[in-house]
């Protein structure tokens, strides 16, 4: 039995209203997530480029940094190399100087039989006529020697009329 028509209506229309708005809101929810999952495959899709742009220089810069390093390794080695060549350079000039002053210094009775060169020591074996020439050349070899004289190792006669002696003797070469 129906007392109140009017009341029924009204809660008729309250549940209609309620489940359209139950409705829009699920509409709009299906929308709202649709427009998210299209701006979350967009946001996933550029940060995807992005992470690519970004792998892609860092590959770009180790290549780089490898081809720095490679080059730097490089002209350390080209250096070392020239320095070598210079210090060549400098002691075949010291070593031509030296065989300078020894021609000049040389008395005309001595002769150079052998030289050998051990680090910055010369070793000289030679014959001379008479021992003061020997002792001629010791003294004019120290005039040019600044940090040590030359030291006389051996001397001896070479023949029994005692014309000739065999000598041996070490020189510093200066700096």
């Given at each position: 039995?129906?007392?109140?028509?009017?009341?029924?209506?009204?809660?008729?229309?309250?549940?209609?209203?309620?489940?359209?708005?139950?409705?829009?809101?699920?509409?709009?929810?299906?929308?709202?997530?649709?427009?998210?999952?299209?701006?979350l495959k967009q946001f996933?899709?550029?940060?995807?480029?992005?992470?690519?742009?970004?792998?892609?220089?860092?590959?770009?810069?180790?290549?780089?940094?490898?081809?720095?390093?490679?080059?730097?390794?490089?002209?350390?080695?080209?250096?070392?190399?020239?320095?070598?060549?210079?210090?060549?350079?400098?002691?075949?000039?010291?070593?031509?100087?030296?065989?300078?002053?020894?021609?000049?210094?040389?008395?005309?009775?001595?002769?150079?039989?052998?030289?050998?060169?051990?680090?910055?020591?010369?070793?000289?074996?030679?014959?001379?006529?008479?021992?003061?020439?020997?002792?001629?050349?010791?003294?004019?070899?120290?005039?040019?020697?600044?940090?040590?004289?030359?030291?006389?190792?051996?001397?001896?006669?070479?023949?029994?009329?005692?014309?000739?002696?065999?000598?041996?003797?070490?020189?510093?070469?200066?700096?």
């Amino acid at each position: 039995m129906n007392l109140l028509p009017w009341r029924e209506e009204a809660q008729l229309t309250r549940v209609r209203c309620v489940w359209i708005g139950i409705l829009c809101v699920t509409g709009v929810a299906w929308i709202s997530s649709g427009i998210g999952h299209m701006y979350l495959k967009q946001f996933l899709s550029q940060e995807r480029l992005f992470t690519a742009k970004i792998q892609a220089i860092q590959k770009e810069n180790s290549r780089n940094q490898l081809a720095r390093e490679q080059y730097q390794q490089t002209k350390r080695q080209w250096r070392q190399q020239i320095e070598k060549i210079q210090q060549v350079h400098v002691q075949r000039v010291k070593l031509i100087r030296l065989f300078n002053e020894l021609m000049q210094d040389l008395p005309p009775q001595v002769t150079l039989t052998s030289l050998q060169r051990l680090g910055d020591k010369l070793i000289l074996h030679g014959m001379a006529l008479n021992s003061s020439e020997v002792s001629q050349l010791m003294q004019r070899l120290a005039k040019h020697s600044v940090s040590r004289k030359p030291v006389l190792l051996e001397i001896k006669q070479a023949s029994r009329e005692g014309r000739r002696y065999h000598f041996c003797m070490e020189y510093w070469q200066d700096a």
